[in-house]
């Protein structure tokens, strides 16, 4: 059940696969400090153990978001919906399916093509697997170094806590999953002229899962003539924990009409590290 709104606007944060909201780094602090109402959900299959995932399709995941957003549309007069890899690919599909137009929409690292500097050459061979179900569900996609972290204290946190099996991210994902997630690269490469809501499609120049072919892919295809693209030139994968975090939480804000200074946090000390959402 959804808290009654504490502000005129709100905002629909979606994780990415095999992860939690701690893909999205301080993005739901940031957002609270400048008076926006955030909401999380845990998607289908996430939250426990990867072995979940295997009784979980793309349709699955569509559809929690698409509740999701139902249930906060009418609370607010201004609803903005972002995800971060496959959550952006959700917010996408749900944006151009609901005709989200009250509010704005943010892509964050978009998968639409996998085709990253560490992906393996090898990578279009999982489309034959996919042929053979039984192999499909057994085989497991490892998450390796660097773990879309350039980095390196941020690395070692991430690092340990996959060692001390934190219940942040999932250590692999079956292969199974990847198809799913394929399924929803291909919807969301159609009909991309259907999104009309100003949208900020955010991209790290070294991301080393999907390169800038998918933002510049997005920039080009999406309908709005509201729209921005940022690209990152300091961190790989996950943005919102990397080295240019600051910089994604001042793009979105501003994108959302807001003062970044309006979410500025406390004062640290020069000895204190800087904040990543790790911690939290």
């Avoid at 137009?101 to 999982?126: C, E, H, K, M, N």
């Avoid at 198809?179 to 919807?187: A, E, K, M, P, T």
């Avoid at 600051?246 to 009409?257: I, K, N, P, R, S």
Wanted: glycine share 6%.
């Amino acid at each position: 059940m959804t808290d009654s709104p504490r502000s005129a606007v709100g905002a629909l944060l979606i994780h990415g696969l095999g992860g939690t909201q701690y893909d999205l780094g301080l993005m739901h602090k940031v957002l609270r400090r400048a008076g926006v109402d955030t909401h999380a959900l845990t998607l289908p299959g996430h939250g426990s153990a990867p072995e979940d995932l295997l009784n979980v399709t793309a349709e699955d995941w569509l559809d929690a978001v698409q509740r999701k957003y139902r249930e906060l549309r009418p609370l607010y007069p201004t609803l903005h919906v972002m995800g971060m890899c496959m959550g952006s690919l959700l917010a996408i599909e749900v944006a151009k399916r609901e005709r989200h137009r009250d509010g704005t929409l943010v892509a964050l690292a978009s998968p639409v093509f996998i085709d990253g500097w560490s992906t393996p050459w090898y990578r279009a061979l999982r489309y034959l697997v996919y042929r053979l179900p039984a192999l499909a569900r057994r085989m497991k996609v490892e998450e390796a170094e660097p773990y879309g972290i350039k980095n390196e204290l941020v690395r070692s946190i991430v690092k340990a806590k996959f060692e001390r099996n934190d219940n942040f991210h999932y250590r692999w994902v079956p292969l199974y999953c990847i198809q799913q997630v394929d399924r929803l690269r291909g919807w969301v490469k159609q009909n991309l002229a259907d999104v009309h809501c100003p949208t900020l499609v955010v991209h790290a120049r070294e991301d080393e899962l999907t390169s800038l072919h998918s933002a510049r892919f997005l920039d080009a295809q999406l309908g709005t003539r509201d729209k921005k693209l940022v690209v990152l030139e300091n961190s790989y994968h996950m943005v919102c924990v990397d080295n240019d975090r600051d910089q994604v939480a001042q793009c979105v804000l501003e994108h959302f009409g807001i003062d970044p200074a309006l979410a500025k946090p406390r004062r640290r000390s020069t000895a204190e590290p800087a904040e990543s959402g790790l911690n939290d």
